[in-house]
Nanobody
Framework: HVQLVESGGGLVQPGGSLRLSCAASEYTYSSHCMGWFRQAPGKERERVASISPSSANPYYADAVKGRFIISRDNAKKMLYLQLNSLKTEDTAMYYC?????RGQGTQVTVS
């Protein structure tokens, strides 16, 4: 089964940037849609962005549109999320996902 390992989170000031990475172990990675979602304490899980196998027409939640960029490198089996112009409300645990499978998450704190 696929394993997803996120990295790149941290503490950043408002207006700053971070780049999250997700390494996938599945050999069929390039055939699947991938995504990022986040969850803050006491809040519902929120889908942030998703990307097709060909990287065409990525989806972004309205809250992050114009600030976050999702990308993937199929040869390296990597998924990325560039977080720009970060706001305090972006503070959450960020998870890489393939279907219902997710990684352990990486914490993003904007303060």
């Amino acid at each position: 089964h696929v394993q997803l390992v996120e990295s790149g989170g941290g503490l950043v000031q408002p207006g700053g940037s971070l780049r999250l990475s997700c390494a996938a172990s599945e050999y069929t990675y390039s055939s699947h849609c991938m995504g990022w979602f986040r969850q803050a304490p006491g809040k519902e899980r929120e889908r942030v962005a998703s990307i097709s196998p060909s990287s065409a027409n990525p989806y972004y939640a309205d809250a992050v549109k114009g600030r976050f960029i999702i990308s993937r490198d199929n040869a390296k089996k990597m998924l990325y999320l560039q977080l720009n112009s970060l706001k305090t409300e972006d503070t959450a645990m960020y998870y890489c996902s393939k279907g219902v499978t997710r990684g352990q998450g990486t914490q993003v704190t904007v303060s």
